[in-house]
């Protein structure tokens, strides 16, 4: 008889709520991924090299577990019918109930240092592609740049079929087995001309479209389903506005480097110019201040916390006495939709794991209740309270699932670039010498840029999938 533990986690790749279900009669020494893709490391923390995926339901051996660090239980396993083999975290995967995994043999790190990141894979060419081999290990990514999702790393030595190329000739299209990506021209050897290759769409076809056949990150922009139409509707009742959006959060929202570029006209699209239309939605209505990109939200300030939203001392320091900033920033705005990221301080603050939840749920409901749509988004990485980050990431997956609301996975936007999108304090988004409002390529390496464009296509997700 089949037992289920249900459990929430932050998954590698893409966060998502696990339900564990666990079998009593299956072997010990087995284990099976959940129900996400998850990473694997070639260390056992999350900042260990990434080797690769693995799918869910991939059944695993499970060699042996790492000395207990702190950062979780990090299990050494091996794919059953082949793999990438390396570290990863238990709390991913499905166990036997009868598997006590503290009582698994200890593998060193020094045992597993050089893992291989996966075995070179021979393809055979498909017809007109040009052959080409790996010169270094390189991430084998579903769209041309470092801002996509990694679907696996590649070895040095690799044999791919060679099939297209960005306009610039930076990033090659792939094919390896029959699966389609990119991988950075710098780290390939191809065997023939490519100025021949046909310039391709710079997304694989693998990769998320939004409706109106731009390209989205997979992983990171929400999918809408019919409950944020409910909210909408009740909304629109209640006499919300259907233009206006509203800003929630700490410091990172708070700062000028978040959307106030776009509101103030700074806005270069670059290759994503699909996302032209909600930016003119949004932009033609003054939510208080400004329009809704370059408004002064009453609920987001330097330094708060989950709980200084909802108390209404806060309210001498926002111009709404005994009010909370939340209610007093939905009440004037009325918005018909709230992007709301919080948790930062708590984190780094000493906030329990249970009262943020509690106060996460306080905040998604009253938005809910008042017609708004709320949009949670996970939190950056920082380098004060790695494992509470990971934590109460966890919990905002959690709560977002349980209302059946949007989650904007901006964690998972950042993996990919320099420094996993984060400046030299820790702790906020980095900045360069671009204007965070410019899209394209050289800009989109920092993580305030990176931000700016997926909430822009977050907003046009809902715009699209619950405001028409």
Known sequence: MMKRIFGVVILCAVMVLNVYAQDATADNGRAWVGEGNVNVRETPNTRGNLLGQLAPNTELIVHGREDMTGNGLWVFVTPVAGGVTGWVLSDYLLFPLTLDLNALPIVSNATTSAAPTSAPVTVSIPEGAVAGTTISNVNFRTGAGTNFSVIRRLTRGTTVGITGRNAAGT??????????????????????????????????????????????????VPSVGSGARQIYLTGQRLGNRADVFSKVGDSITASSNFLYPIGYGGLQLGDYGYLQPVVDYFSRTTARTNNSFANDSIAARNGWTSGDLLDPNRGEQTGCPGEAPLTCEYRLVRPSV?????????????????????????????????????????????????????????????????????????????????????????????????????????GLIYGYNMRNLTALMVLDAVWRGALY
């Open 171 to 220: 990033w090659l299209r792939v094919v390896i087995d029959g699966q389609e990506g990119w991988l950075a021209s710098r780290y390939v050897n191809a065997s023939g001309s490519l100025n021949a290759l046909p310039v391709t769409d710079a997304v694989a076809a693998t990769t998320n479209t939004t409706s109106s056949g731009g390209s989205a990150i997979p992983g990171v």
């Open 338 to 442: 709230a992007l709301i990221m919080i948790g930062t301080n708590d984190a780094t603050g000493g906030v329990s794991s249970a009262q943020f939840q509690a106060n996460l749920q306080t905040i998604v409901q009253t938005t809910i209740n008042l017609g708004i749509i709320p949009v949670l988004s996970t939190l950056p990485d920082n380098n004060i309270a790695p494992d509470h980050i990971a934590e109460f990431n966890g919990i905002i997956v959690s709560v977002a699932s349980g209302y059946n609301i949007p989650l904007w996975n901006y964690w998972q936007a950042m993996q990919g670039l320099p420094g996993r999108g984060i400046s030299g304090d820790g702790v906020h988004p980095s900045t360069g010498p671009f204007e965070a409002g410019i899209l394209t390529g050289d």
